[in-house]
Every structure is written in structure tokens, then in C-alpha cells.
């Protein structure tokens, strides 16, 4: 019936997680109210370093990509657990410093870097930039020669390989707007542009197929593809790689249709390609990293909402609308993306009326999830749980509405404290002039 180990049932017939009942948890905090099970995420942060340290040696980093989900006391705990970060913004680069993370760590992303982010990013040492095209290129240089320093860079490249997942989060194909392709030489343009600037040191190359995936072998593929890369460019540049990035995106399972992944089993086959390929080609074998977001953080993460209304439409459907939606989570407005939904202060009832999970705001598309299960008795005031919510929710909240966006609680040790309160009214006023 779990997702995830970190749910349970207790006497009371409450969901817990973590251990800890969720019905006492809203009434304290309130609804609607994000979740983060810190042991699970440490966990996960673990089975990647020591899977990674495994395979790859002594050298090999996860990089946690702070894109699914970003706050300060988040990078505490990165920073506790010896990972690395992604960053894709100043605001993430802000919010890692503030929580005292070595930025030196930090691996700075995106694909349209303004002067601006140049600098923030060098203001806080951040240690590698990934720079995706030759504009940016541009702007590291002239950032970096006024500064008098050398800024280390990965260039972002495409290896062409389609992950079999959903197209907005696509992104390895020669046609995405990141990165350069290798397939049409472009890649190789970046890299000797790369070498030929004076405050930059090209340590190597990125890439990122795509998120959410669970094909076979893709990043076997991947790590393919950029070691025969890596290889041409010794050849033709005489450049070898130190690093190699090979991005995110392993899948995790919003319900039990999910495959369970192994993860350090996964790492084990992308890693025993890795070498045999080095050995091929006879190439020292570069430094790995890898980036995940959501295999760190989507299960540590469960939100809790309060039923408003249950409207029954005699021979057509039935909805259940509860006080968030698209604004704590778009997920299944942009995406179409599932997840298990339960009664949490009632687990124990049959489930059998079939409806649509309902969002608060004004626009029919603010469906929080379609077709699911909830007791036959399900009315005002009950409480929902949407589970494996850790990635790309509060990360992705808005004000649409101007609805307020809910507190992130961590939960640890049997204990709860709050990590970013609850918005307030004046909070949404806080910029109006
Ligand atoms: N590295 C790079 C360069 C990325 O672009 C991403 C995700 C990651 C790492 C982390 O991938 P993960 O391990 O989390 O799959 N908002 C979408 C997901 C967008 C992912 C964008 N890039 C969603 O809610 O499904």
C-alpha cells in the first residue's frame, strides 16, 4: 500500500510518517503543510555518497540539486552530510551561503546567466561554474580576468540520448536548449573556446539526460557517449578531462505502480561501464559527479490538506476540493504527474468513493490529482495526505491567487520543528509599493 518505508499506520488508524502521527502534526501547524522527513533524506544522501565512493573511488561527489527543493536548513543538512550542491540561481546561491554550505562545493547551472549571476556567483566562491554556451563563456572571462582570478568550468554538452520520460524534462537531445550538441560539433567549438581564455580552467564536461527516469540504461548510454567524447577531445585538443558529470534524474515512485530503484545497484552498472570504457579508450579515469534532486528529496517530503467541500455530480463525477493545490503543487497541472493520495485521519475505512483531488483556486485546472480513492465518508474538515512530495513542490509554489505558500516542517527524531514558516498576509504584501 506504501510508497515509501518512512509511512505507517497507528492505532489510531492516523497515517504516520516518520514515525509521528500526521493528524497531530496538522493540528499543531495547521494545513495546508509541507513535510520533510530529515532521516530519509539523509538517508538517501548516504546510499548515494557511499554507493558513489564504491564505484567511482575516492574522488566521486553527489551533488545535491537544490532546484527540487531549496531552504536554508536543507543545505545544513547537506552540508552535515559531505555533498555537494547544484545551484541555478543567485537565490540558491544566497540560500546555500546563508546556511554556511562551502560554496567552493557548488556547481552553478543555467542557461542564460546574466553579469549579474557572474558576479553573485564569484562574490560567494562558488567553485565551478557550468557554463552552457559560449555567451556565458564570454562573460566568465571578462567576470573573472576584472577579478584577477581563474574561475574552474564544465562545459555542458548533449549526448543525444532520448531518457523515455516526459518532454519538459528532456533534455539531453541535440535539439534541447541547453548545452551544446556533440553530435554537430558544437561541443567541440565550446571546448576549444574554453581553452583558449586565460581566466578560465576547463576541468571537464556535464551532461543531464533527463529526470524522472527509469530506463534501463540510459546513463550506462550517457557515461558511453561522453567518455567517447572525452577521448576525441584528448585527441584533437589534447585535453583530458578531470571530471565528468553525468547530471540527475533517477526516478522515484509517486505510487506503487513505480518501479523500486536500487540506487547503489543502478550506480554499480553505470560505474562497471565507466571503467571498461576508460580502459578502452585508455583514458585516466576522470573524477564523477553526479546531481540528484528528486531521488534525494521526493520521499522525504509528504503535504497534508484539510477537505473543504466534497461535491458529488450524480452520473458524472465526484471532487474533493481541499485548501491548497497548484500553488503548493503544479505538479499534476503541468505534467500530468501521479501520486498516491490517503485519508490521512482515517485509514482504516474502505476507500470507495472515486474522485477528483480538487486545488482551491479559481481555474478548473487546478486538480491537485485525478481519479483516486477516499472513503465513502470523507467530508469537510478531514485530512488528506499527498505523498512523495519532497521534490519540485515548495520549490515550485507560487502565489497564484495570492494564496499563501505553507511552512515546511522538518520532522527528526520523533521531534518536529519548523524549517520556513508559514506565509502571512503581509508577507504577500511585503513588495506592493
Ligand atoms: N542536473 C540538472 C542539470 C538538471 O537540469 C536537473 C533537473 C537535475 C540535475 C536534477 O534532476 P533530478 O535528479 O531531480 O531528476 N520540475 C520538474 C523536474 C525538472 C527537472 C529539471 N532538471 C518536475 O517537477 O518533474
Redesign the pocket.
Known amino acids: 500500500m506504501f510508497t515509501c518505508d518512512n509511512l505507517g499506520v497507528n492505532e489510531a488508524g492516523h497515517l504516520t510518517f516518520a514515525g509521528q502521527d500526521t493528524v497531530s502534526l496538522a493540528a499543531r501547524y495547521g494545513t495546508p503543510l509541507y513535510l520533510m522527513d530529515e532521516a530519509r533524506v539523509r538517508h538517501n544522501c548516504r546510499v548515494y555518497r557511499d554507493a558513489m565512493r564504491r564505484h567511482f573511488g575516492k574522488n566521486a561527489l553527489p551533488l545535491y540539486?537544490s532546484?527540487?527543493n531549496s531552504f536554508t536548513q536543507l543545505y545544513r543538512v547537506m552540508r552535515d552530510e559531505g555533498m555537494g550542491v547544484?545551484v541555478v540561481s543567485c537565490g540558491e546561491i544566497r540560500t546555500a551561503a546563508k546556511a554556511g554550505f562551502d560554496l567552493s562545493r557548488a556547481f552553478f547551472?543555467g542557461n542564460a546567466k546574466t553579469d549579474a549571476d557572474v558576479a553573485c556567483a564569484m562574490d560567494c566562491g562558488v567553485g565551478c561554474f557550468?557554463a552552457d554556451n559560449e555567451d556565458e563563456l564570454g562573460a566568465i572571462e571578462a567576470e573573472a580576468a576584472k577579478r584577477g582570478l581563474v574561475q574552474k568550468v564544465l562545459l555542458?554538452v548533449t549526448p543525444g540520448i532520448d531518457p523515455h520520460t516526459y518532454e519538459?524534462?528532456n533534455?539531453g537531445m541535440v535539439d534541447s536548449k541547453?548545452g551544446r550538441a556533440i553530435a554537430t560539433g558544437q561541443a567541440e567549438e565550446l571546448a576549444r573556446l574554453a581553452l583558449s581564455l586565460p581566466h578560465v580552467e576547463l576541468l571537464g564536461f556535464?551532461c543531464?539526460v533527463?529526470?524522472?527516469?527509469f530506463a534501463e540504461d540510459v546513463f550506462e548510454r550517457a557515461v558511453d557517449v561522453m567518455l567517447r567524447f572525452i577521448a576525441e577531445m584528448r585527441r584533437r585538443l589534447g585535453f583530458t578531462a578531470s571530471l565528468l558529470d553525468l547530471?540527475?534524474?533517477?526516478g522515484v515512485r509517486y505510487t506503487s505502480d513505480d518501479p523500486v530503484l536500487d540506487i547503489a545497484d543502478k550506480l554499480g552498472n553505470v560505474a562497471r561501464v565507466f571503467h571498461a570504457v576508460c580502459k578502452e579508450l585508455s583514458l585516466p579515469e576522470p573524477a564523477v559527479v553526479l546531481?540528484?534532486?528528486?531521488?534525494?528529496v521526493a520521499d522525504a517530503g509528504l503535504t497534508l490538506y484539510t477537505a473543504q467541500s466534497v461535491k458529488r455530480i450524480p452520473g458524472y463525477k465526484n471532487y474533493v476540493a481541499v485548501d491548497g493545490g497548484m500553488t503548493d503543487n503544479p505538479?499534476y497541472a503541468?505534467?500530468k504527474?501521479r501520486y498516491t493520495v490517503l485519508p490521512a485521519d482515517s485509514m482504516n475505512a474502505p476507500r470507495t468513493l472515486r474522485c477528483d483531488l480538487a486545488g482551491c483556486c479559481c481555474e478548473s485546472g487546478d486538480i491537485l490529482q485525478p481519479d483516486v480513492l477516499l472513503p465513502e465518508t470523507v467530508r469537510r474538515g478531514d485530512l488528506i495526505a499527498v505523498c512523495t512530495t519532497g521534490?519540485?513542490n515548495y520549490a515550485?509554489a507560487s502565489n497564484y491567487n495570492r494564496v499563501p505558500r505553507p511552512p515546511v516542517v522538518m520532522l527528526r527524531d520523533g521531534e518536529s520543528y519548523v524549517a520556513v514558516r508559514r506565509e502571512t498576509a503581509d508577507d504577500l504584501t511585503a513588495l506592493d509599493e
Do not use: C, N, W
Not at 547530471?247 to 533517477?250: D, F, V
Not at 546531481?291 to 534525494?296: A, D, K, Q
Open positions: 540539486a532546484k527540487a547544484d547551472h557550468v555542458r519538459a524534462v533534455t541547453f556535464h543531464h533527463g529526470s524522472q527516469v547530471g540527475g534524474g533517477y546531481e540528484p534532486g528528486r531521488s534525494i505538479r503541468l505534467y504527474s521534490a519540485y515550485m
